[in-house]
């Protein structure tokens, strides 16, 4: 996977954390930033962080997505997505915007069926946490060229080799074609991949 060229540098996610945060105080965040993009929320009991995602933690997830979204039209799956669709629930203080999430079947979810998460710099807030209170039923978790599938069950997520939603993807192969440099050449090259099988 190619992220960043010899001539620079790992660009790094720039975080910031808040405590004692009241949920009236960060339903205000959200509405002072409107919707414009390029700082993502997660908020979790009274913790609010923000977070300006990299230029590399961007590209990973962009492939990622691109990279399901071909798998899904070659494979007949209706699948739609909803980017860093704003998730929320006060009851159980939290809410978050994925970099990317997805709803299988048509019409308009109430929440999605799979979010996907980069993690590109470490720390921060759980938020396999915060997902679990939003009821999201599968998480994929990129980490050091790896996607990791977390499937709830109940009130506790699992960690699973394959998609619950995808059966037959073979997420390894996926991975295997994360090329932010060159996205467009890495999409067909899986194409042409799905097609042979």
Known sequence: MATATAATA???DQRVTFHDVSWCDFELMLQIRGDRSGIRMTYLD???ELMSPSIDHEGIKK???RLLEVYALEAG???NGFGSWTLRNALRARGL???ECYALGRGRPTRPDLAIEVVWTSGGIDKLEVYRGLG???VWIWRE???EV???RGEAYERLERSVLFPDLDLVELARHIDVENQTEAVQRYRERLRRR
């Open 77 to 79: 799956i209706p699948l």
């Open 97 to 99: 915007e994925p970099d």
């Open 136 to 138: 999201v039923p599968e």
């Open 145 to 147: 060229g790896t996607i």
């Open 46 to 48: 009274g913790v609010l």
């Open 63 to 65: 492939m990622i997505a």
């Open 10 to 12: 790992r660009a790094e």
């Open 150 to 152: 977390h499937k709830l």
